[in-house]
């Protein structure tokens, strides 16, 4: 967004979780209904031209942007959960967080050969959770035609590293980490 008025929504909280870290918080953008319709507007406006067939995005604010835009675009919604949360049979992704890794799962039913999907979620930073998103979407035989997040802290430089070859897009990028 030029001159991106969604910015204001975002509190930056200083030293959280720890010392030297700058904190984005994407909340300041749900607590406000202005800051959240206008992300889902620009959201959408992102997807202008893009034929999608489902929405998908890990638990747990990832749920909330994309169930958003799910509704928005009359498409499915498919949740990405932590281990043991989804009652049918499942796929898996782990992949590395900074300190651990973490493991994605979804229905082995839940994208179909040739789906166009739209993997959301509410922050980028090292690109670790949307690759592993994409992984499953892509073992499923769906492919994964655009990613949206409304912060995008391109200081560890996901579009150029992890998420390479993707259309990403993000509504607000702050320079750093």
């Known amino acids: 967004m030029e001159n ?3 910015e204001k929504y975002v509190r930056t909280i200083k030293d959280f979780p720890k010392e030297g870290v ?3 918080d994407v909340t300041g953008i749900l607590d ?3 800051g959240f319709r206008l992300a889902m507007v620009e959201m959408e406006r992102a997807l202008g031209g893009v034929d999608v067939d489902k929405i998908v995005a890990p638990e747990s604010r990832g ?3 994309g169930a958003a835009l799910a509704d928005r675009l ?3 919604f498919v949740p990405l959960r932590k281990p043991g949360k989804l009652p049918r049979e499942t796929i898996s992704e782990t992949y590395e967080l900074e300190y651990c890794t973490a493991t994605l799962h979804i229905h082995k039913d839940a994208v179909s050969k040739g789906d166009r999907v739209v993997l959301v979620d509410d922050l980028l930073a090292t690109g670790g959770t949307a690759k592993a998103g994409a992984k ?3 073992r499923l035989g ?3 035609v655009k990613m949206l997040f409304p912060i995008e802290l391109a200081g560890f430089g996901a579009v150029d590293g992890a998420l390479a070859g993707y259309d990403v897009f993000s509504l607000i990028r702050y320079p750093g980490k």
Do not use: P, W, Y
């Open 136 to 138: 499953l979407v892509e």
């Open 142 to 144: 769906g492919k994964v």
């Open 74 to 76: 009359r498409c499915a």
């Open 32 to 34: 406000s209904g202005e």
């Open 63 to 65: 749920f909330i942007f």
């Open 22 to 24: 700058f904190f984005r």
């Open 4 to 6: 991106n008025i969604l």
